[in-house]
């Protein structure tokens, strides 16, 4: 039986509804179920100037036949009517309430896999809601801690990060042991659970220019980052590091590894999107669901026309898909 994929559009405002109609006619091997407003959709559709089928679903039980041209839209009302490229608060709520529907249809066994479009922070901070970013809302509504890993299947390269959206400076205080201990655990288990790698080798980058130089330029990775190490090798985990940023990403060291655990944003990312920039995806590991995204953000200017690239938004529906199916036997649906 092929999987279920729930898709949540996001922002209405931005490309991620207009992602959903140029996409409609690529063969991927999967259910699509579209958590959205179906008027939305439609009104986006002849926007673009493209025919397609919506199917409005009233349960998300005994899906009718995968079919070309169809999107199957279970419904999530917009407060407002939506016009592309135009914010408005009225619809932080709609954004909100079709990631919550989806995720509890992943919960619920309904649907297989949660794959996200673009949402804007902003616009959803300004409705007065306290919302830090996708990774973190579906961490609260699952009771999970979540860590953030990009991936260019592509070039099979994936990165894995420590720490997220901090400032540089708030960066080494927040690496601590624990902290490291329990992304390493982690990022190895869901490379084993999910990706389905027996031993996965795992390359993990210091802190400091040259890995602190045995301690002359920092001695994070003497205090906190080989002790980590070390007692995780003593278990029989396959890592290697701490190792230079600026040498680690070189064939020398990649052609070996599954995983790059970066300590923070910019060390590891900056090489992701300059060898996969189009075709990139963000995934999110340590949930109780598998959640991939599109590595772009909203672009609002480009909302309503068909100068969108869809590379990113295929290669994370292909990767829910791909993530799905090694699930055996959750991926059957009746």
Known sequence: MIPVIAITPGEPAGIGPDLAIL???QNVNCQRVYFADPDLLSERAKALNIKVNIRTLSSLENLPACENNTLLVFPVKLAASSQAGKLDVANANYVLSSIKLAVQSQLDK???ALMTGPVH??????????????????????????????ASEAEKLRVALVTTHLPLSQVSKAITADKLTQIIEILHRDLQNKYKIDNPHILVCGLNPHAGENGHMGTEEID????????FRQQGLNLSGPLPAD???????LKTADAVLAMYHDQGLPVLKHVGFGHAINITLGLPIIRTSVDHGTALDLAGSQDIDTGSYIAALETAT???AQQVPETSHK
């Open 247 to 253: 040498t680690l990403f070189t064939p020398k060291y």
């Open 110 to 112: 309904q649907t297989h």
């Open 23 to 25: 996409t409609a006619q």
């Open 322 to 324: 791909y993530l799905a």
């Open 224 to 231: 906190i980052i080989t002790p980590v190490l070390e007692s």
């Open 121 to 150: 922070k902003g616009i959803i901070n300004e409705a007065g809601i306290n919302f830090s970013g996708h990774t973190e809302f579906l961490a609260e509504l699952t009771s999970a801690t979540p860590v953030m890993m990009l």
